[in-house]
C-alpha cells in the first residue's frame, strides 16, 4: 500500500521492496523480525513529505526512515527521477 501510493502521488519515482530478515534491540530484548525493506527514489526537495507520509501511514510506531544522498548517477536516470516527483497537471 505505501510503495503504491508514494508512486501514485508523485513523492518517489520508484519504490522497491526487498524481502529481509531483521536481527535487532527493541525495547532491551534481543528481536528477529521477517520484514520488507522499501528503498524509495525521490529528490530532496520531496524527501520531507515522504518522510511526512511514512510517519502518518506506517504501521510500525516508530519506523525506520533514513535518507542517503543521491551522490551521482547517470543523468538521464536522475532527470528521470525529477520529472516523475514533479507535480503534474492538475496534481
Known amino acids: 500500500m505505501l ?20 536481527h535487532y534491540r527493541w525495547e532491551g530484548e534481543a528481536a528477529r523480525a521477517e520484514e520488507t525493506l522499501v528503498l524509495v527514489k525521490t529528490t530532496a526537495a520531496r524527501a520531507p ?16 526512515l533514513i535518507e542517503v544522498p543521491i551522490v551521482s548517477g ?14 503534474g497537471p492538475g496534481t
Open 74 to 87: 547517470l543523468p538521464d536516470y536522475l532527470d528521470w527521477i525529477d520529472r516523475s516527483v514533479a507535480p
Open 49 to 64: 513529505d515522504v518522510r511526512e507520509f511514512v510517519d502518518h501511514h506506517h504501521p510500525y510506531d516508530t519506523p525506520e
Open 3 to 22: 510503495a503504491a501510493a508514494l508512486v501514485e502521488g508523485r513523492l518517489a519515482a520508484c519504490v522497491q521492496l526487498v524481502p529481509i530478515v531483521s
